[in-house]
């Protein structure tokens, strides 16, 4: 059996400015019609960014979906037509005051498929160098620098919650050979 479902028709619910959704009628393997609400995002770019004694950059932020302050790795999202790199080296930037004097990209993963297109382009920064913080009118941010072990036990202790920076930390710490 083809794991695929054609789409039937679809329907734009909701357009705003940094989703949208739609709902999709499709067809399903065993040939029964049945609907899928799809959250369309632009993507997003994420970096574990190590600065020149080892640490890695957080920042601290208040994110009403999930109600608390959440501690995450620099990240932001992609503008229409934009370089997933270029995007990684402004939000960086951005968030935290560093420009890296090296970049790469690591993985591509989706961030919820079960009913969001958002990929996620994982980056790696190093050879920091510190400018000038300049974050969206909307954000409130703290810089923290955190060793890899202070992370891998707070990781442990669930005091970082963010998806996207469990997957940075620990590609990370494995590329390190860390034993994880």
């Known amino acids: 059996m083809e794991q695929k479902e054609p789409t039937v028709s679809t329907k734009k619910v909701f357009e705003g400015k940094i989703i949208n959704l739609r709902v999709d009628?499709?067809?399903?393997?065993?040939?029964?019609?049945t609907t899928r609400e799809i959250v369309e995002h632009p993507g997003g770019v994420s970096i574990v960014a190590v600065t020149n004694d080892g640490k890695i950059l957080l920042v601290k932020q208040y994110r009403k979906p999930a109600e608390e302050v959440l501690l995450e790795i620099p990240a932001g999202k992609l503008e229409k037509g934009e370089d997933?790199?270029?995007c990684a080296k402004r939000e960086l930037s951005e968030e935290t005051g560093y420009e890296a004097g090296h970049i790469e990209h690591l993985i591509t993963f989706y961030t919820t498929p079960g009913f969001s297109n958002e990929k996620m382009y994982l980056y790696f920064a190093k050879d920091l160098k510190k400018s000038k913080?300049?974050?969206?009118?909307d954000e409130f941010l703290e810089v923290g620098e955190y060793s890899p072990e202070e992370l891998w036990k707070m990781i442990l202790e669930n005091k970082i919650k963010d998806s996207k920076t469990i997957i940075g930390v620990l590609y990370y710490l494995k590329m390190r050979n860390e034993k994880i």
């Not at 009628?25 to 019609?33: A, M, S």
């Not at 913080?133 to 009118?137: G, T």
Request: glycine share 6%.
């Open 25 to 33: 009628e499709v067809r399903l393997p065993n040939g029964k019609i």
């Open 84 to 86: 997933p790199l270029e």
């Open 133 to 137: 913080i300049h974050p969206d009118e």
